[in-house]
């Protein structure tokens, strides 16, 4: 059997990405064993709806431009088929049997560690892929002895960026051209969002129905 390429699940609303994701999912790629970062954007939950959050092909058409010019970085909708609530166990295990010549990790940041063990089936996470943690700013992250097969803590560089500060930062006419990638940047600017939410949404809903970008 051929060796399997190693491939990093980094998941998340993505609303909007932004420069601190791609530096992450970059180092990742350098300074990992993994070969490749797919992000997998999550859908919406009904059951906790925010206004502020963008429907799903808006945000995956955000990271789908991210993404274009880099080969090792993906975008993947497995969310959007899978019926709902998902949990990260089920996400990984389709995964694995969709694509059986990859070996997949699951990247989290130190927050969501210190939360691990409420997770559904948090321990069959553990046993059948690996984890790697990247540290968040004020997580003092440990990693249990037991655990350091399957857990590693990544030095990445903090990146103190949050989408929630974006967002902020475009309604309140903030320039933040440095903050996202130019494609994504130019997107938001196109089409308003964040700014005027409502129209921004009722103009590309219709326009990227089917334009998704599918692994």
Do not use: C
């Not at 990260?88 to 059986?100: K, Q, S």
């Not at 990790?105 to 069959?124: A, H, P, R, T, V």
């Not at 990445?156 to 996202?180: C, D, N, Q």
Request: proline share 6%; charged share 25%.
């Amino acid at each position: 059997m051929e060796k399997q390429i190693e491939t990093g699940i980094f998941s998340g609303s993505f609303n909007p990405i932004h420069m601190g994701h791609l530096m992450l999912a970059g180092y990742l790629s350098a300074f990992t064993y993994l070969e490749e970062v797919w992000f997998v954007v999550t859908p919406h939950n009904p059951l906790k709806e925010k206004e502020s959050l963008l429907p799903d092909d808006i945000r995956l058409e955000m990271v789908r431009l991210a993404l274009a010019d880099y080969d090792n970085l993906k975008v993947s909708d497995v969310e959007f088929r899978m019926p709902q609530p998902s949990y990260t166990i089920d996400t990984l295990n389709a995964l694995t049997r969709e694509y059986p010549d990859r070996r997949f990790s699951l990247i989290i940041g130190g927050d969501n560690w210190s939360l691990f063990d409420k997770w559904k089936d948090y321990e069959q996470i553990m046993e059948r892929y690996q984890i790697l943690i990247y540290p968040r700013p004020g997580e003092n992250i440990r990693i249990p002895k037991r655990l350091r097969k399957s857990v590693q803590l990544v030095n990445a560089p903090e990146v103190e960026i949050s989408s929630t500060f974006i967002r902020h930062a475009i309604e309140e006419g903030k320039e933040m051209r440095a903050f996202l990638p130019p494609k994504v940047y130019d997107y938001i600017k196109k089409n308003h969002l964040f700014r005027n939410q409502e129209s921004g949404i009722r103009n590309q809903e219709s326009g990227i129905r089917n334009q998704r970008s599918v692994l």
